[in-house]
């Protein structure tokens, strides 16, 4: 506890004195504009320090909105290919190229944790998935990325189809908190209530990572909840990361159910799969728009290079409103 509080201590001090810097740029900012008329070489440099500035404002405000609980946290993010063979598989494998791109865009770390492969033989050599899991490690990056949680739907011409027909798939998006302590997640997990399997970590085509069983897959019984890890190199490390990302989906799901539990107090009820939350349309026209803010890009390919900035932002305020 006192750790907690020392920690959010140390946090609140950094913010004091963020905005203590930029409250004096500010000042030095006005005395360089009432002499830079005079100078055009200083007005330059006056408009390059405003910009950054605005940059740096823009980025502590948007921390602002990030104030529920488990903001601040690391993020498990996991895609799963929807229904549709080869083009679903495809699909998933652009979306996760999208966020990897995105992660490194804004300076995230992230590591894959699972995959499972599907079918080879896409466009540009792509190798399909059915799922994925990848943690992103960064301050704030459940907080950025939680509304990302949804269906995506693209419509485009199948790569896969000989007669160049016009074809929709689906994906979707899950995102959750991971937690450093797992005690902070107020939900309790009985060792009878979890089902632990070992088995060999596999790449592309089918082929062993390693010939030892180091990958774990850990199934919560009650829930019927699955969480794996491969990535690490020993059971016990595998072990550890599976039960942080199962812990990451039972919050999620206790999110849910009270989502749920106030959709139904207020009227409303609608089913959390069936939210399609962004359209990627590459055929007959190009266009990204995003079902529930109303933002919409042209510059199809620079969204699917990762390009999300404007989207995330708009989810973040239109949310905390």
């Known amino acids: 506890m006192a750790e907690a509080v020392g920690k959010e201590i140390s946090e609140l001090e950094q913010k004091i004195k963020i905005f203590d810097n930029i409250e004096k740029e500010l000042l030095e900012i006005k005395s360089f504009l009432e002499i830079s008329t005079k100078d055009e070489k200083l007005a330059g440099e006056v408009e390059k320090k405003i910009e950054f500035l605005a940059e740096k404002i823009e980025k502590e405000s948007f921390e602002i909105f990030l104030s529920e609980p488990y903001d601040k946290e690391d993020a498990i993010l996991q895609i799963f290919a929807g229904a549709g063979g080869r083009d679903a598989q495809d699909w998933a494998t652009m979306l996760q190229r999208m966020y990897e791109r995105y992660f490194e865009r804004k300076g995230f770390s992230y590591k894959i944790l699972e995959q499972s492969f599907g079918e080879p033989g896409g466009p540009d050599s792509r190798i399909g998935i059915k799922s994925v899991t990848i943690e992103i490690s960064s301050p704030f990056a459940f907080g950025f990325l939680k509304r990302e949680a949804g269906v995506h739907r693209l419509v485009r011409i199948s790569p896969f189809s000989s007669q160049n027909l016009r074809h929709t798939s689906f ?12 005690k902070e997640f107020e939900i309790e997990i009985k060792p009878e209530e979890i089902d632990i399997q070992t088995f060999r970590a596999s790449g592309p085509g089918g082929q062993y990572v390693q010939k030892r069983e180091t990958a774990v897959r850990i199934i919560h019984v009650p829930t019927k909840i699955q969480a ?46 069936g939210n399609q939350i962004r359209s990627y349309v590459l055929h007959p026209y190009r266009l990204v728009k995003d079902l529930r803010t109303g933002v919409e890009s042209l510059d199809t390919e620079g969204v699917l290079d990762g390009d999300l900035d404007k989207f995330i932002q708009a989810e973040i305020k239109i949310f905390r409103r």
């Open 171 to 182: 994906a979707q998006v899950q995102v959750f908190p991971k937690l450093k302590d797992l």
């Open 228 to 273: 794996s890890c491969q990535s690490e190199r020993s059971q016990a490390q595998n072990r550890k990361k599976a039960i942080q990302v199962l812990y990451g989906k039972l919050y999620q799901l206790k999110q849910q159910e009270f989502q749920k539990k106030e959709k139904e107090f207020k009227g409303k009820i609608q089913a959390s799969w």
